[in-house]
């Protein structure tokens, strides 16, 4: 682990990285010169191996592309995402001297107890269980060494592969999902922003009994570290295989309403349900446990994805292409609209029906595919379409929240679990209350 976080080890690290992508970039270029049908297999294993060198920040981006529909081809995205098995682990003594730099000589005289080995090691950094003084059991998340440099010389890479993609199929745009990924995970290296984060979801979801959020102990934590109190609970696939209909059934309307009324009460998404970042308690509550990934909106824009609801469930398209436009979609045409469309009625399925319904009945894998290939088919004959940086997020906690509700086979009303979310929406109100949620958690964060 030092040796491959020297200065010298990531100079050489990227150097063949960027040796390697060049490499690719250059196969993908000559199939289309040659007029070759692209072998999306092979070269999806060619990449995989280009960027075997990367540890971290791609993880993390493969995670984000898998929600996006073509962002990448499948055979990209899936061996991608393979990388994340990759995740570094710091040893005692690089742990010793992180938590020194953070905080300072003696450190471990702060708490009662740290325990050595990392019970979580993840893409960013590792998370050490502790015990304070007065007896709490806390959480510290502590960033791997020279994460900067490696962000920045992962979305270096991630820019080339987009680029060589481009080459051959140009259906989407991706330079605003680039910017998008580039501005959270800049965020998400700064745990001082996260903690602000996290004590605006305490305020947001206060009056949900069903979703905790730990406390931060400042004291104990700075820019690259995190402490905050250990919330017991289980991974959810455990109560995906043994728990009854009616125990699912009560995680999956958590898990909406952790995710949906920070959205459509204060314009708050996150945007990141990842199986790791949230466990369920044995009362089928659930703790929220990871907070980097959070995107904020205006209420126009929130306003907007309600709007577009509007439009699908009464088929009203002016609205729809209304509703676009307040996204960030710019240009578009008839037969666009159309393709977009398409997606979005897929999307919103769940919630059209009144009645309760597994979330697959009409967003089964299968479909899925079968709906995500008409609608990328389509933009490519149409010259493509750039999403806008708004739909990185919004797009990844819908499919990710489908994906949970799907391992949970939860059967519920999504019809009413939505509209009871919504109801009273108004876009001034909105703005207000998030106007004054965030001066007093502090979080100074541009609104789009």
């Known amino acids: 682990m030092a040796d491959e976080n020297s200065l010298g080890g990531r100079v050489k690290r990227y150097a063949q990285v960027g040796t390697r992508i060049g ?9 289309r010169v040659l007029g070759k049908e692209p072998d999306r297999a092979r070269n999806a294993e060619a990449l995989k191996l280009a960027l075997g060198g990367l540890k971290g920040p791609l993880m ?16 990209y995205a899936r061996d991608l995402a393979q990388l994340q098995s990759n995740a570094p682990q710091m040893g005692w003594a690089f742990v010793n001297r992180r938590m020194t730099a953070e905080l300072g000589e003696g450190w471990q005289k702060k708490f009662k107890s740290f325990e050595r080995e990392a019970t979580r090691a993840a893409s960013l950094g590792q998370v050490h269980r502790a015990v304070s003084h007065d007896g709490r059991a806390l959480a510290c998340k502590l960033q791997y060494p020279a994460m900067d440099s490696a962000v920045e010389a992962d979305l270096k890479q991630l820019k080339l592969i987009f680029a060589a993609y481009r080459r051959i199929d140009p259906a989407i745009d991706p330079s605003e999902i680039h910017a998008e990924i580039a501005a959270r995970l800049r965020e998400e290296l700064d745990y001082g922003n996260e903690a602000k984060n996290l004590a605006l979801y305490r305020l947001m979801l206060a009056g949900e009994d069903g ?38 059934d009560q995680i999956a309307i958590n898990m909406f309403r952790a995710w949906y009324v920070p959205l459509y009460r204060y314009g708050v998404i996150h945007g990141d349900p990842h199986l790791g970042n949230y466990t369920v308690r044995a009362d089928s509550t659930i703790n929220l446990l990871d907070f980097g990934a959070i995107r904020v909106f205006g209420a126009p824009f929130v306003k907007g994805v309600i709007d577009l609801y509007r439009a699908m469930q009464t088929g009203d398209r002016d609205l729809a292409v209304a509703a676009y436009e307040t996204w960030g979609f710019t240009g578009l045409h008839n037969e666009a609209i159309d393709a977009l469309t398409l ?30 290939a008409k609608v990328h088919n389509e933009l490519r004959r149409l010259g493509g379409v750039k999403p806008p940086r708004e ?29 009871d979310t919504i109801e009273g929406f108004d876009a001034s109100s909105l703005a207000k209350t998030q106007a004054g949620a965030l001066k007093k958690v502090k979080l100074d964060r541009l609104v789009t």
């Open 23 to 31: 490499g690719f970039a250059a196969r993908v270029a000559g199939e």
């Open 391 to 419: 739909f990185v997020l919004m797009d990844r906690a819908a499919i990710g929240l489908g994906s949970v509700f799907m391992h949970l086979k939860a059967q519920v009303n999504w019809y009413r679990l939505f509209h």
């Open 211 to 248: 979703v905790h959020v730990p406390d931060v102990l400042p004291e104990l934590s700075t820019k690259r570290l995190l402490t905050m109190t250990w919330l017991e609970g289980r991974p959810l696939l455990d109560f995906a295989r043994e728990s009854d209909q009616a125990t699912r």
């Open 60 to 75: 993390k981006v493969a995670q984000i592309l898998a929600t996006i529909p073509d962002a990448l081809p499948k055979e």
């Open 343 to 372: 997606w979005a009625a897929f999307i919103y399925a769940p919630l059209m029906e009144d009645r309760p319904r597994l979330i697959e009945e009409t967003n089964a894998t299968e479909f899925g595919r079968d709906t995500a």
